[in-house]
């Protein structure tokens, strides 16, 4: 905008207004007037519209680049005060009466009343009859207000107010307004709840307290006082508490819940957030226990530039349950030591430990805020470094195994210490060829493991030392490729025998595979769209001689699961301690169908077979030698015609039995925001056969059309939906796991009731059910039953989302 030609006064006012009232102007001055001030307010920022006023030239607007939420401080104090109305009077430099439709504007800040009386000496203005200021964007209402247009300082009486960022209602006897940022509410109510046009209200629910004070600029609300009422229930009474006026990480109560099961009694949860600073927060969450007592749970999380963290712990003293106290913790931990070392990397350290305090801890809390429910916790503590093809790493790993005695486990070996030091280098230039990728690893261990038994605890272990060296190439292009690859296993152990007696044993297996497959292509066209159809034959040959290792330790090998990317690997067991003689060719093929818009898979067939060339004598402890020849057949399939739809499908068909061993047959639909339904058939031919269903479904689209996606709010208020999964036995005929239940978004908060069953054991289940109410902008989320349904419902989507800050502009004046 160009500058004016002489300054604009902060006040523009006619000879005549000031010895007496002004004429009413007429209403197409009125407009001219204010469309004049607008221009003024713009001539601190950058301006939405500019004008371009030369001689000879018609006057043009130019848009501008954006309008900005606010402005420097120095340029702040440097705008004019704009005012017009009905009627002025006063003196310039000195108090000044307007009278009717009066409207102050300065930037951010617009004052609408009745009578405004403005000292121009001290900034203080004095606005009565129907007042309403405008902050940007946070508006007030009354019948008088008192405030320093300059400073923000002031009072309000009787208003009734709406915030921006979060569109929080309230009304009050006085607000004070302390500065620009912040201001106190007394004998004040706070809802986020919408405020229908008329005197009474009555949100679903809010805080009333003796004060309120809000900070906009740190987005956070202290209640002294206060009291949260749930549709004129109250439900919670604090001297002093907090809560976030954004979705900024702030200090406040999080969603209470109320569950109900069948060990627990009634569990009462009231979790309280602290964000301690921008980068550590904590949150405490005691729960009550009407059968069992008091469980005080929280988690702490911290990050630095060097190093992040989580420690969450649970500590239930004297649980009526078992007659004892019930702990748990688990902290994770990784730090950068030293920064580069050696012209390498930096020396990392990762820890993760994990720890209760009985075996019956994961039945016993199975909703747990550790998540320690598992059966089987690993600790571990590692360091590395790494620089080019060099690499170490050392650590120490154990496992704490939660004994049932009607379903006993053996645990794995714990590894203390585990050492190993790499080297892997590719495009090297070995035998006339360059693109060799050369790798050798080595490792030295210490296994141990104690075993509770009749006789008592006995105590396994021993050490092994290997070294892995492998060599390998691919010659490829886009039609086909060849992929060589010779690999040398050679073991060291020092062990006690079954007999106790000290033993040492070594071995050394080499193998040596050729991966190869070639790709075709052809255009190709069904109903009437163009596809891109591939064949992708593959061909998999590997070679183990058999080396006896029948007087081996097992430490770390198992049987690898059967599917299409294990056919299609060297050895038929992980870890180290059993190395396969396979001697095997696999066959499989693919064929897909491809978009030629957006190169997505529209459709993936695939089936594969491998042939054993001599039998497969290397076996775990207590197996069998394979002596089939042909292995069972893998097929699978995968379609997905519309972005809708998608179904998954792995078949293993034993071509001697004529007979399926294992099938899995799913599907998912996803027509839209908060709609998913997943279905899932598995059977383990005599072993399992199980379905799986899982849901997200607004209710409204039950009987007709739900309504559209609102951002940040889900598909808006009054809005029902069904959630949950669903795991059930067919042998059995039997629920084996279940969670569900109904979300209500009624807008302002969230309702949740939540059933679930959790198979412990054969024989026993824990049944539960599971209360919650989520006050939007006022508590955040972190409830026992909102984590049950994200850990357990495929695609969960949470009703409430982030989204942009709202501008000013929106509510504006």
């Given at each position: 905008m160009k500058p004016a030609s002489r300054p604009i006064p902060a006040f523009s006012r006619s000879a005549r207004a000031a010895s007496g009232a002004c004429p009413e102007p007429t209403r197409l001055a009125r407009a001219v007037q204010g469309a004049i001030a607008v221009l003024a307010l713009g001539a601190g920022a950058v301006p939405v519209w500019a004008q371009d006023a030369d001689a000879g030239e018609s006057i043009r607007l130019k848009p501008g680049a954006l309008l900005q939420e606010t402005l420097p401080p120095e340029t702040r104090k440097q705008l004019p005060t704009f005012v017009w109305g009905e009627r002025m009077e006063g003196k310039t430099d000195d108090l000044t009466v307007i009278e009717g439709e009066v409207e102050l504007r300065r930037h951010d800040t617009v004052i609408r009343a009745d009578r405004v009386e403005f000292d121009q000496r001290t900034n203080e203005a004095l606005a009565t009859g129907h007042v309403l200021i405008n902050r940007s964007g946070d508006r007030f209402e009354g019948p008088e207000l008192q405030m320093n247009v300059e400073?923000?300082?002031?009072?309000?009486?009787?208003?009734?107010?709406?915030?921006?960022?979060?569109?929080?209602?309230?009304?009050?006897?006085?607000?004070?307004?302390?500065?620009?940022?912040?201001?106190?509410?007394?004998?004040?109510?706070?809802?986020?709840?919408?405020?229908?046009?008329?005197?009474?209200?009555?949100?679903?629910?809010?805080?009333?307290?003796?004060?309120?004070?809000?900070?906009?600029?740190?987005?956070?609300?202290?209640?002294?006082?206060?009291?949260?009422?749930?549709?004129?229930?109250?439900?919670?009474?604090?001297?002093?508490?907090?809560?976030?006026?954004?979705?900024?990480?702030?200090?406040?109560?999080?969603?209470?819940?109320?569950?109900?099961?069948?060990?627990?009694g009634v569990q009462l949860t009231a979790p309280y957030y602290l964000n301690l600073a921008p980068n550590m927060d904590a949150t405490l969450v005691p729960s009550l226990m009407t059968k069992r007592g008091v469980d005080l749970a929280g988690e702490f999380r911290y990050l630095q530039p060097s190093y992040t963290g989580r420690l969450r712990a649970a500590f239930m003293p004297s649980d009526r349950l078992r007659d004892d106290d019930r702990w748990a913790y688990s902290l994770q931990h990784n730090q950068r030591l030293t920064d580069n070392v050696g012209g390498g990397g930096p020396i990392g350290l990762r820890v993760n430990l994990n720890r209760v305090g009985d075996d019956n801890y994961w039945r016993d809390f199975p909703r747990s805020i550790t998540s320690l429910t598992s059966r089987l916790l690993p600790s571990e503590v590692v360091a590395g470094w790494s620089s080019g093809p060099w690499s170490i790493g050392g650590g120490a790993y154990r496992w704490q195994a939660l004994q049932d005695t009607s379903a006993p486990f053996t645990p794995p070996f714990d590894r203390l210490p585990s050492v190993g030091l790499s080297y892997q280098k590719t495009d090297q230039t070995l035998l006339g060829s360059s693109d060799w990728d050369v790798a050798v690893r080595t490792n030295f261990t210490r296994f141990q493991r104690s075993v509770l038994s009749t006789a008592g605890e006995l105590k396994s272990g021993g050490d092994r030392s290997l070294a892995v060296a492998e060599l390998t190439r691919r010659w490829q292009s886009p039609g086909w490729f060849v992929q060589p690859r010779a690999r040398l296993h050679a073991t060291q152990y020092q062990f006690d025998n079954t007999a106790g007696v000290p033993t040492s044993a070594s071995r050394a297996v080499p193998t040596v595979s050729v991966d190869s497959g070639l790709v075709f292509e052809r255009p190709a066209a069904y109903f009437g769209r163009q596809y891109t159809q591939t064949l992708e034959p593959r061909a998999f040959f590997t070679w183990t001689p058999y080396r006896d290792q029948t007087g081996l330790p097992n430490f770390d090998s198992g049987?690898?699961?059967?599917?299409?990317?294990?056919?299609?690997?060297?050895?038929?067991?992980?870890?180290?301690d059993r190395i396969s003689d396979t001697r095997a060719v696999t066959l499989g093929v693919n064929s897909r169908l491809l978009d030629v818009d957006n190169g997505a898979e529209v459709i993936r067939l695939g089936i594969a077979q491998r042939l054993l060339l001599e039998d497969q004598n290397v076996t775990l402890p207590g197996g069998t030698p394979v002596t089939e020849r042909l292995s069972d057949m893998l097929l699978a399939a995968r379609v997905q015609w519309d972005p809708l739809w998608s179904f998954d499908t792995t078949l293993q068909y034993n071509p001697k039995s004529r007979e399926s061993v294992r099938t899995t047959v799913g599907g998912r639909y996803t027509p839209g925001p908060f709609r998913v339904l997943s279905a899932a058939y598995r059977i383990q031919r005599g072993t399992s056969e199980q379905i799986d269903l899982g849901w997200q479904w607004p209710l409204a689209a039950l009987w007709g059309n739900a309504p559209a996606r609102v951002p940040g709010r889900a598909l808006g208020p009054g809005q029902w939906y069904s959630v949950g999964r669903l795991n059930y036995s067919m042998p059995d005929r039997k629920i084996i796991d279940l969670v569900a239940g109904f979300e209500y978004d009624a807008g302002c908060w969230l309702g949740r009731v939540v059933v679930s069953r959790l198979q412990q054991s054969t024989t026993a289940a824990n049944q539960s059910i599971l209360f919650q109410l989520e006050f939007s902008g006022f508590s955040r989320v972190g409830a026992s039953s909102l984590q049950t349904l994200q850990g357990n419902v495929p695609k969960y989507q949470y009703l409430r989302e982030e989204i942009a800050p709202p501008s000013r502009f929106q509510q504006y004046d």
């Open positions: 400073t923000y300082k002031g009072h309000f009486s009787e208003p009734t107010y709406r915030l921006l960022k979060n569109q929080a209602n309230g009304d009050a006897s006085r607000i004070d307004f302390l500065s620009r940022d912040k201001m106190v509410v007394h004998d004040g109510r706070y809802s986020t709840c919408e405020r229908p046009p008329g005197s009474t209200w009555m949100p679903d629910w809010l805080v009333r307290a003796t004060t309120i004070d809000l900070d906009t600029e740190e987005d956070v609300g202290t209640a002294k006082g206060g009291v949260l009422e749930f549709k004129g229930v109250p439900i919670l009474a604090a001297p002093y508490f907090t809560f976030p006026l954004s979705d900024k990480r702030k200090s406040g109560v999080l969603p209470p819940s109320m569950a109900i099961d069948n060990q627990s049987a690898r699961d059967f599917n299409l990317a294990t056919m299609f690997a060297e050895n038929a067991y992980n870890g180290h």
